[in-house]
């Protein structure tokens, strides 16, 4: 591997029926070209998880697998499925609201709704029993533990601000049903308006990769799903619900809005969404004269460029979206002041109101609300910035950039104070030929790096580690004799 090139995705035609499958559904092909190669090596690998310690499948793309192998591998897919069915968890649930509350239990340890039957198996578990009404199990992303590896679920949810934020242009752009892929509490607060208030006929329909959510929502309600494979674990049946909720009948029109973990491959998700799109026109998109889908991305600002490969016709609102178990992404003394987490999406900007409260303002020659501080910058003819703070506009490059970035005659654009002029390949050893996740000394702390870091630079840093390890074990130690 110390030859490792880049690795890119390979998207697949009718012939990604044939991919050998992982826990997580079909895996995806990727191509790697080692150096000094023209032609690249292809293999499989899981679609939902960028680390093989979370999924370690991995096959090249001709090799002959043995039964033996074949056999092993079904079995630790079987292994990975949930314990109970969809329909199962249905029946579960049903007979749970049925127990009076002072015998309802939840096992934190395993994320189960108890049965009577099943709590002598669970004495060990930490186990929740106080007050699980009916009104908090409306609400189960505030009773599972949220999942938030960043290289597999990232569950992250949703702030209420943003969700009410987002019902509320739904709702007045007049759309009846929310298609929420990996929205939890979007799709959690639907439901509620809908109880609470009988004139609300909004309905949603929750895919996610989360089997945990099958306890508290029926088939009509909740799919199994996987957001970068376009993948139904419950098969045709859950294809059918899927179908069903995009037709448009009496009206009710359909809007997609989609929250993937940040670390995911834009291209797999763009096929997914373009798949999405598709399967709506097929219904009825030649009925309505509409070539796309309506849909919102939401997606870090950064990723703007990428999302605008796979769609063209997207985009970027100013609206920061807050997360409420983000350690950055929110209000508060903790998070950051501004989120760069954005809408991306086919509506159009103009009908799309951002709350004046929160400080967005209407632009009349952009025709679009923009944040505060975000100036219409007459040399673009646009409100330029992305980030929520004022941008400047440097005549040599043509367009406007952050206010913190110069312009270097070396490079001919504008870039940190800083950079390393020419600096276009790994920043670890220098080497154009690879980026730095494929360096092959990035473990070798006596090589130094682009930063000019030596291996005395590197003891010393390992030092303070320890040290400061060292000094928390101290508190935590102490801290627990109290």
């Known amino acids: 591997m110390e030859q490792l090139g880049e690795v890119e995705v390979i998207i697949q035609g009718e012939e990604e029926r044939n991919a050998p499958h992982c826990p997580h559904g079909p895996a995806v092909l990727f191509q790697v070209t080692c150096r000094g190669e023209k032609s690249g090596k292809r293999f499989y690998a899981c679609s939902a998880c960028r680390d093989r310690k979370d999924c ?27 314990s109970f069915s969809h329909s199962e968890y249905c029946l579960r649930f049903r007979e749970f609201v049925s127990l009076p509350l002072d015998q309802r239990r939840f096992c934190v340890d395993c994320q189960l709704l108890l049965l009577p039957a099943e709590r002598s198996a669970h004495a060990s578990h930490k186990a929740l029993s106080d007050d699980i009404t009916v009104a908090r199990l409306r609400r189960p992303s505030l009773l599972l533990r949220a ?30 049903k929310v298609l929420c892929i990996g929205t939890p509490r979007l799709h959690e607060l639907i439901n509620i308006r809908s109880t609470e208030d009988k004139s609300n006929t909004m309905r949603s329909l929750l895919l996610d990769i989360d089997f945990r959510y099958s306890q508290f929502y ?18 045709k049946e859950a294809v059918e619900v899927f179908r069903d909720f995009l037709s448009e009948e009496d009206g009710n029109k359909v ?61 970027m609102l100013d609206y920061q979206v807050d997360y409420d178990n983000h350690p950055l992404y929110k209000h508060g003394t ?15 900007p103009k009908d799309i109101v951002l709350p004046k409260e929160e400080g967005y303002r209407f632009c009349s020659i952009c025709e679009r609300c923009v944040s505060a501080e975000n100036r219409h910058c007459p040399e673009c003819n646009a409100c330029t910035s992305k980030n929520g703070r004022p941008w ?22 504008c870039v940190l ?30 090589v130094p790096s682009a930063t000019g870091a030596s291996k005395h630079d590197g003891d010393k840093h390992m030092a303070w580690k320890k040290k400061r390890k060292g000094k928390n074990a101290h508190r935590k130690k102490k801290k627990k004799v109290t």
């Not at 090249?60 to 092993?72: D, F, G, I, T």
């Not at 400047?392 to 654009?413: I, L, N, Q, T």
């Open 334 to 348: 903790t998070g950051r002041k501004q989120s760069p987490v954005r809408l991306f999406t086919n509506l159009c």
């Open 218 to 235: 029926t088939r009509d309600e909740f799919c199994h799903y996987n957001m970068f494979n376009h993948h139904f674990f419950d098969g």
């Open 147 to 176: 999942l938030e590896n960043k290289k597999s679920n990232a569950q992250y949810l949703f702030a209420d601000r943003s969700c009410h934020f987002l019902l509320d242009v739904f709702s007045g752009l007049g759309y009846r």
């Open 56 to 82: 370690s499948f991995f096959q090249w793309e001709n090799e002959k697998v043995s039964e033996e192998r074949l056999h092993a591998r079904e079995e630790q897919n079987r292994l990975k499925r949930p």
């Open 255 to 315: 809007v997609m809005v989609a929250d993937p973990p940040f670390g995911g491959l834009v291209k797999l998700l763009g096929q997914t969404f373009s798949k999405i799109s598709h399967t709506w026109r097929s219904l009825h998109g030649t009925e309505s004269g509409v070539s796309e889908m309506p849909m919102v991305w939401i997606f870090p600002y950064f990723f703007e460029p990428r999302i605008l490969d796979c769609f063209p016709a997207f985009t």
């Open 417 to 446: 104070p800083d950079h390393r002029c020419g600096q276009t390949g790994c920043y670890n050893c220098g080497d154009p030929g690879h980026k730095h996740k494929a360096c092959p000394l990035k473990h070798k702390r006596n």
């Open 392 to 413: 400047r506009h440097c005549s040599e490059c043509g367009k406007c950039v952050k206010p913190s970035w110069r312009h270097c005659s070396s490079c001919a654009r």
